[in-house]
């Protein structure tokens, strides 16, 4: 496996990408699905082309052989690392290629852009996700931030009762 960072070239494949591993039918193969909690988008190609434009800002991918397996989005915010947009393909969960990806974010975040810590915020009834994320050494801080309600550009919900948790990590 190999990791680059992502270019205005790669939009539209990680667009597909995030979509397929958390809405619609597709992302049911994996774990990692929020179609039970949202519907809608997930992300965008304006989203994901202003995070590669952005400083202190990447998007990694992780291939094989010219498959792309995963994204995640790392950047410099509130002076922290910050991991996001985490994405495997559905049918290769579970094989190591996450955990691949985010020791290499978490690489970037400290290495390249100097950073001691890393944050993430999660939806805070995931539960299952959250606790994988604890066993890779992060810890929830107790800080709940709201849903953004209204704004399709995060889903449309399916539930009145979500929030988001940050979760936080030395690095």
Do not use: N
């Amino acid at each position: 496996m190999e990791f680059r960072v992502a270019d205005g070239r790669d939009v539209a494949a990680v667009v597909a990408l995030v979509e397929s591993a958390y809405r619609g039918p597709a992302s049911r193969v994996g774990w990692t699905t929020e179609a039970d909690l949202l519907d809608g988008r997930r992300t965008g190609e304006d989203d994901v082309q202003a995070q590669i434009d952005r400083p202190q800002s990447r998007i990694l991918l992780a291939e094989r052989e010219g498959r792309l397996l995963a994204c995640a989005h790392v950047a410099v915010e509130d002076g922290a690392g910050y991991f996001g947009m985490f994405s495997v393909d559905p049918g290769q969960q579970g094989g190591g290629i996450g955990s691949a990806l985010l020791a290499e974010a978490e690489r970037v975040a400290r290495d390249d852009f100097g950073q001691a810590r890393m944050r993430m915020t999660v939806i805070d009834v995931r539960d299952e996700l959250i606790a994988y994320y604890e066993r890779r050494g992060y810890r929830r801080t107790g800080i709940k931030k709201p849903f953004p309600y209204g704004d399709e550009r995060f889903g449309l919900p399916r539930r009145d009762d979500l929030r988001f948790e940050v979760l936080e990590k030395p690095l």
